[in-house]
Nanobody, 129 residues
Framework: DVQLQASGGGLVQAGGSLRLSCAASGFTSDDYAIGWFRQAPGKEREGVACLSISDGGAYYADSVKGRFTISSDNAKNTVYLQMTRLKSEDTAVYYC??????????????????????WGQGTQVTVSS
């Protein structure tokens, strides 16, 4: 079965950078999508970015466009989220998720669907100011 492991979170000053990693395993094909989501205390989980492993297409929430970049190292089965110019409002637990259907992942990123096929445990990102 598919397993996802998020890592790389920590404490960073506002304006700083941080890179998160999502190590994936157990996929039966190379056609799937990986997404990053975050949840702050008392708030709903929201989409951040997602990436189609099959064709490389990337999608971002408006709140992080121009600041965050999602990428992958397919040889290592790892997806990254490079976060720059961090703000205090970026503070949250960040989760990675996967789905075999890219369209479903994009819809979830936009808040138009419910659950995805697979979720990993989160990693805490705290931005201080």
């Amino acid at each position: 079965d598919v397993q996802l492991q998020a890592s790389g979170g920590g404490l960073v000053q506002a304006g700083g950078s941080l890179r998160l990693s999502c190590a994936a395993s157990g996929f039966t094909s190379d056609d799937y999508a990986i997404g990053w989501f975050r949840q702050a205390p008392g708030k709903e989980r929201e989409g951040v970015a997602c990436l189609s492993i099959s064709d490389g297409g990337a999608y971002y929430a408006d709140s992080v466009k121009g600041r965050f970049t999602i990428s992958s190292d397919n040889a290592k089965n790892t997806v990254y989220l490079q976060m720059t110019r961090l703000k205090s409002e970026d503070t949250a637990v960040y989760y990675c998720a996967a789905d075999y259907r890219v369209a479903t992942m994009v819809r979830r990123l936009l808040g138009l669907t419910t659950d995805l096929d697979y979720w990993g445990q989160g990693t805490q990102v705290t931005v201080s100011s």
